[in-house]
């Protein structure tokens, strides 16, 4: 008596196999929903609302609604920055304005920070008295100014230098006394001396406090300029408004707060370009 078995079926990988041989599954990425909407460019985006604006204003004054001698269009004082540009008027008052702002903010307060911040000496001498100072409004110093330094450049750039003091000083400050301790202790490890600590670790651990203390007095300086160009300055943009002013050219008072809001724009631009340049050590969040 012969037994007789079923063949198991041959179930070896060649047979059992889906794919072709030498074939990969195919990866199909998934792509979210929000990325499959193309939108315009942030910049574009950006210039919808001063456009509309704009747009909004032309009209208003087309239609009767705005009056030109309360407030000049859009067009007319375009065409009175055209001429003021042309003349080489425009452009020797913005360098003038400059030249005051540099100056008032070299001699602002980041010495007195430095000194405060890395002695315990200093900030027991300086630190009292400026934050006496800094709650004293510091236009209301300009009467003093005057009696002090005359009517010439020396009151202006002075105003300016005290107006972008505080806002330097105290985070320069901050950032320095800021830094963390266990790398102070780490660099002495490694055999950093007093300026080595300084030059190493104290000052690029207060960078990020001088660059938004320095954001913070260019915004406070140009005010500043405003202020201090009104004091009999014969020069200089604030000097092109009192002219305006006197001859109710809105164009002209317009044209001119549009170059102090440009100028103040530029100098943000110009910071923040230095912190993504001295700060790339520092990630930050950037926005979702």
């Known amino acids: 008596m012969t037994l007789t078995s079923h063949a198991r079926p041959d179930i070896s990988p060649k047979t059992a196999s889906v794919h072709p041989v030498g074939s990969a599954p195919v990866l199909v990425p998934v792509v979210p929903a929000s990325a499959k909407r193309r939108s315009p460019p942030r910049w574009a ?19 009767g609604w705005l009056p030109a001698d309360v407030l000049a269009p859009p067009s007319t004082i375009a065409s009175a920055a055209a001429g003021l540009i042309g003349d080489g008027t425009l452009p020797a008052a913005m360098g003038v304005s400059l030249q005051r702002v540099a100056i008032g903010l070299v001699l602002g307060g980041t010495v007195l920070a430095l000194l405060s911040g890395l002695s315990r000496l200093g900030e027991d001498l300086i630190d009292a008295s400026v934050q006496m100072l800094r709650t004293v409004p510091w236009v209301g110093l300009i009467p003093l100014f005057i009696i002090w330094m005359g009517i010439g450049e020396a009151p202006k750039v002075a105003l300016i230098a005290l107006g972008t003091a505080f806002h330097l000083y105290l985070n320069v400050y901050a950032g320095i006394r800021g830094v963390d301790e266990q790398l102070i202790e780490a660099g002495g ?3 950093l001396g007093r300026w080595g600590l300084v030059r190493h670790v104290v000052l690029p651990g207060a960078l990020p406090g001088f660059m938004t203390g320095l954001r913070y007095s260019l915004a406070t300086g140009w005010l500043a300029l405003v202020f201090g160009e009104s004091i009999n300055a014969d020069a200089g943009i604030g000097f092109l408004m009192n002219q305006a002013r006197e001859f109710f050219r809105t164009d002209v008072i317009v044209v001119c707060l549009v170059v102090y809001a440009f100028l103040g724009l530029t100098a943000d631009l110009i910071v923040r370009a230095l912190e993504r340049l001295l700060l790339q050590w520092r990630p930050t969040f950037t926005g979702q």
Do not use: D, E, F, N
């Open 45 to 63: 985006r950006r210039t919808i609302g001063p456009l509309l604006l704009l747009a909004a204003w032309q009209l208003a004054s087309s239609l």
């Open 189 to 191: 490890a490694l055999g």
